[in-house]
């Protein structure tokens, strides 16, 4: 690609859960998190007019000021008192209101590419302190590494294991093959929060408590065959209140669960689901099948297959 470009790589959530409310109306989350080869690209052409222009190839639907990208913009140039411009073009693959994190993995990208355009030299911590004032996914596309995700989703830790974790797919046939598959409906982040309907609890939630459930984690991760510790923890505490609310996301899940013999779950507060795929069994047939009985309706469905980026 060239210098002045980036692509902006969707994300997955394996594990996701939702611990309790926190006193800021935010959540206290706990997440493994994983790009996949989906992306937007994302083009940045210096200014020396002193305005930030964004082009999309997708109307979204919103103002160029309720664009994430223009505001991740607008806030490196208060950050920094950048006196210039520039012109960002996005170029968009990832659906959007899908749980695949592509408005916050277009932040982040912006945020690389014009700390380097700008020739701004902030550190890692800087762009990390910008992202998490933007959203909470945020901070996390900074990085290419899967993570484990927690507080409101600020703290990241590197998960070096997932490695091993591919490599055993691999070995069983599950090589970080995935299926999407998007029912064009979008879930609006905060009301599925608010169905989720987690109270205030008074229980102390530190840097303790996901050290715990890290160690907990990644000591069966290392103990146990990495497929079937894949299959027992994938988890998405969202499920259940979009299921009961969106009958037809239900139904894909079920198909997607049969597909991948278990290995299937819903991705951020979806609407998006995700399957991991068993190539070396008859997933192909099956695969067809599915895409004939979604791409039948390809005006309210689409069918995507991609695999994890390591």
Known sequence: MKKNELKAFAK??????????RTDNYHNIFSLMQKIDLYDVITIEKKTENNIEIVCDKDLGITQEENIVYKTAMALKEY?????????????????????????????????????IWRLKLTKDELHNIAIELGSDVPFFLESFPKWVYGKGE???????????????????????????????????????????????????????????ILDYENELNSSI???????????????????LY????KIYDDLTELSDGMARLTGSGSALFAI???????????????????????????IKTKFVL
Request: some cysteine.
């Open 247 to 250: 009958p037809e996301i239900k």
């Open 80 to 116: 920094t008192n950048y006196e210039n411009g520039a012109l960002i073009k996005i170029k968009k693959n990832i659906p959007v209101g899908a749980g695949l994190g592509g408005g916050s993995s277009d932040a982040a990208t912006t945020l690389i590419l014009l700390n380097n």
């Open 277 to 303: 795929l068993n190539v070396n069994s008859n997933a192909n047939a099956k695969i067809k099948k599915l895409r004939k009985k979604y791409t039948a309706k390809e005006k309210d469905y689409l069918l």
């Open 226 to 244: 990495k497929y079937f510790f894949l299959k027992k923890n994938m988890c998405n505490d969202f499920e259940e209140e979009i299921f009961d």
């Open 155 to 213: 703290y990241c830790q590197k998960l070096d294991c997932i490695r091993k974790v591919n490599e055993t797919l691999k070995q069983t046939g599950f090589g970080g093959k995935l299926l999407i598959i998007y029912p064009k409906i979008h879930i609006n982040t905060e009301i599925a929060y608010q169905k989720l309907n987690r109270k205030q609890i008074n229980i102390k939630i530190d840097e303790n408590t996901y050290t715990d459930l």
């Open 12 to 21: 997955i959530n394996l594990i996701l859960k939702v611990l309790n409310k």
